[in-house]
């Protein structure tokens, strides 16, 4: 069957690779000049357990909630985002109350292990490293820190993933370039996570893809989907191209795509902020993936490099960098970090990006409104750690095989 993508970001170029292996026609077409230039293109780097990556799960704690609005709040309403922008972030946080906030938990738990696992089997077979790093480590500084980690290791602990709650002195073995000065009543150990340059997986996918016969159109901005049958609008040509299937990983695109066909799926750009800072010393850098969770920042090892993420914004597109949240992003690094990076270099990268996010968490997976399209979007935090894992769902559904993993909470249905 010849498929179209519409997207080539890290779950593009996943899906294309895995659609291209079961043997289908597969062409992507990308807006911009390359794949991984949006919101693939300087992520964390975090290939955790989901429920250990900030954002991921929806809502907030007490204290966080007082805060929501004020000038250092964590998640941040941008001067444009207004009404749809409020009454998102409530969609947001309702969502971390209701009923099936638990059941949601553990799905997005058990998609996260497979996504895993599916990732390193892919790095494996392709013989590739994208500047990989071992083990995740989630900082506590406190007593109450460790019992606000509870629910989530909970999930991880129902859902199979390997995680353990480890005492200070131990999670410095792990993390020997931790400051020894930093409070630390503990940490989360997840020794399969880790973390990886996602856009240089992304252009690895994109050209194991390719050698599998997958066609890449770039400078192509879809119009439209064709109303006629599966196929898409691109701008500047009159005759639309035309599939048997169109799956959907636009990102934020997607939710204008489906709009006309009167779908209006309620995602947010919610933008954050990396620092990508040269290595300058080996033993006072982190060796995998860390995170600190009152901040909501990680900081990741990624080859040569090291590289401090962040901040949460409602907020459009292109608006002015937030000087608080990168100076929270340079204090977290020098905080756990001292010496580890070159933050002075001219090499340094400042990079502001939108996650597109649905208010319960969870991406939509599966078929589309209409026959012949499929959506793989709104992944969030999560977009790399589940990018894989969620490409190979879709290609079992698309394929009318069952994917091992329970799909209804990813369906479109719930919206």
Do not use: K
Not at 274 to 300: F, K, M, N
């Amino acid at each position: 069957m010849h498929i179209i993508i519409v997207g080539a970001g890290i779950v593009g170029t996943a899906t294309a690779y895995e659609l291209a292996c079961d043997g289908h026609e597969v062409t992507v077409v990308e807006q911009r000049a390359a794949a991984a230039e949006q919101a693939s293109f300087a992520s964390a780097g975090l290939l955790a357990p989901s429920l250990l990556i900030p954002w991921a799960a929806p809502g907030a704690d007490g204290r966080l909630a007082r805060r929501m609005l004020g000038s250092r709040a964590a998640l941040r309403l941008v001067r444009g985002a207004g009404l749809a922008g409020m009454a998102w972030l409530w969609r947001w946080r309702q969502a971390g109350r209701d009923a099936g906030a638990g059941e949601r938990l553990l799905a997005l738990a058990a998609l996260g292990q497979a996504s895993l696992a599916r990732t390193r089997a892919i790095a494996h077979d392709l013989d590739v490293d994208s500047e990989s790093s071992p083990g995740t480590l989630m900082l506590l500084r406190s007593r109450a820190e460790v019992q606000l980690a509870q629910p989530a290791l909970q999930a991880l602990a129902a859902a199979g993933v390997p995680v353990r709650e480890v005492d200070a002195d131990t999670a410095r073995l792990i993390e020997p370039g931790l400051a020894p000065e930093a409070p630390l009543a503990g940490a989360l150990h997840a020794p399969e996570g880790g973390a990886a340059n996602c856009r240089l997986f992304a252009q690895l996918l994109r050209q194991a893809a390719q050698e599998r016969g997958a066609r890449f159109l770039f400078n192509a901005r879809v119009q439209a989907l064709a109303t006629g049958g599966p196929g898409v609008h691109l701008v500047g040509q009159d005759a639309p191209l035309a599939a048997g299937a169109v799956v959907l990983c636009a990102g934020m695109a997607s939710a204008a795509l489906l709009r006309p066909l009167g779908v209006r799926l309620p995602l947010a750009g919610m933008h954050g902020y990396s620092v990508t800072a040269p290595l300058r010393e080996e033993s006072h850098a982190p060796q995998g993936a860390v995170i600190d969770p009152q901040h909501r920042v990680t900081i990741t090892r990624q080859g040569q490099r090291v590289r401090v993420s962040g901040g949460a914004e409602l907020a459009e597109a292109g608006g002015a960098h937030d000087e608080a949240t990168l100076r929270t992003l340079y204090l977290a690094l020098s905080g756990w970090f001292p010496g580890g990076a070159l933050v002075s270099s001219s090499q340094v990268q400042v990079w502001r990006g939108a996650r597109p996010t649905l208010p319960d968490g969870a991406p939509v997976i599966g078929a589309g409104p209409a026959p012949g399209l499929w959506l793989n979007t709104g992944h969030g935090a999560c977009g790399w750690a589940h990018a894989c894992g969620s490409a190979r769902m879709l290609a079992d559904l698309l394929g009318g095989r069952e994917p091992g993993l329970d799909t209804e909470p990813f369906a479109l249905a719930r919206f």
